[in-house]
């Protein structure tokens, strides 16, 4: 488990990544959590929420995290409470964007101006943590699609029509699939917190304001993401269909050099079968001949083997 704490103002921001049942059980103690959501911390892989309560105010998101080792996604879920001067986000695995956002937060709070004051808040740092988890992940996708590009390029200058493009091309496919449904309920979950959050200031009616605002913006960028993955799938689809049509035409140019070779080969037996059956065949008498006959035929067979993984036939 890992914590980091800082103080602006009267707010306190707390973050914890992966945190032990030790340290659920002492922060719920201390600001007296519902026993609903001490029950939720414990849990994992919860469906994205947005829960109101007298004090304060429980949010699940779920947002993409790469493993470079796995070649793929996973759910870093975040778990926050917010209330009224504090606000402790949970994350399931670590985050150094989390670390980077909390110290330029803090660093520039100390120089905020007059007017903006509602910066001091923790709806405000609530925006934060959701539009820099947005900005990551718009980041990603621009990542992705120059990947599908350079793939796109090698496929059509035919350098890399092979199983390893195809396994490639899968493995995005499969991502995109799974940034799709990570998206897919967060514009209900923004739109509900929003409403919430607007009844949760009911008496600050700047607060009120600012969050509309703010919530606009995010759910601009949602919508951004939401249409770049949905772009992103339509192209990675294009490129598979792509892949299998000049795979076929591969293939069908393979079968017929090889029916073509079966074929003049064919002629070639049967006139050896006939000439060695009726007329007595040159050096039958040398005791090199078998030899010289099975040598010939493994640098023969050798030497299409090379040829066929030269071509990128087999």
Do not use: C
Not at 118 to 127: D, F, G, N, R
Not at 199 to 216: L, S
């Amino acid at each position: 488990m890992q914590r980091n704490l800082i103080k602006v103002g009267n707010i306190t921001w707390t973050h914890l990544f992966s945190p032990s049942h030790e340290e659920i059980e002492k922060i719920s103690k201390l600001f007296d959590f519902h026993e609903i959501i001490e029950e939720d911390l414990f849990e994992t892989n919860i469906q994205d929420k947005v829960d109101t309560y007298d004090d304060y105010i429980f949010l699940v998101l779920h947002f993409p995290k790469y493993r470079p080792s796995l070649q793929r996604y996973i759910l870093n879920e975040f778990k926050i409470i917010l209330g009224n001067n504090f606000i402790i986000s949970i994350s399931s695995h670590s985050s150094s964007h989390i670390r980077k956002l909390m110290e330029k937060y803090q660093k520039e709070s100390q120089q905020i101006e007059d007017d903006e004051e509602y910066k001091i808040s923790t709806y405000y740092i609530l925006y934060l943590i959701i539009d820099s988890m947005y900005e990551k992940t718009i980041n990603l996708l621009h990542k992705n699609n120059k990947d599908i590009l350079e793939m796109e390029e090698k496929l059509f200058a035919g350098k890399w029509l092979s199983k390893d493009l195809l396994e490639r091309m899968m493995i995005k496919k499969r991502n995109i699939n799974f940034l799709k449904y990570i998206f897919i309920p967060q514009a209900e979950i923004l739109e509900e917190a929003q409403n919430i959050l607007i009844e949760f200031f009911e008496n600050d009616a700047e607060a009120q304001e600012e969050i509309e605002v703010h919530f606009e913006d995010l759910e601009y960028k949602l919508d951004k993401i939401q249409n770049q993955i949905k772009i992103l799938a339509s192209h990675i689809d294009s490129l598979t269909e792509v892949y299998n049509s000049l795979m076929n035409i591969q293939i069908n140019t393979i079968i017929t050099i090889l029916t073509i070779f079966t074929a003049i080969v064919g002629i070639h037996t049967l006139i050896a079968g006939w000439y060695w059956m009726n007329v007595p065949l040159p050096g039958q008498d040398n005791p090199w001949a078998f030899w010289f006959i099975l040598a010939s035929t493994i640098i023969i067979t050798l030497g299409m083997i090379a040829l066929f993984k030269i071509k990128k036939w087999i």
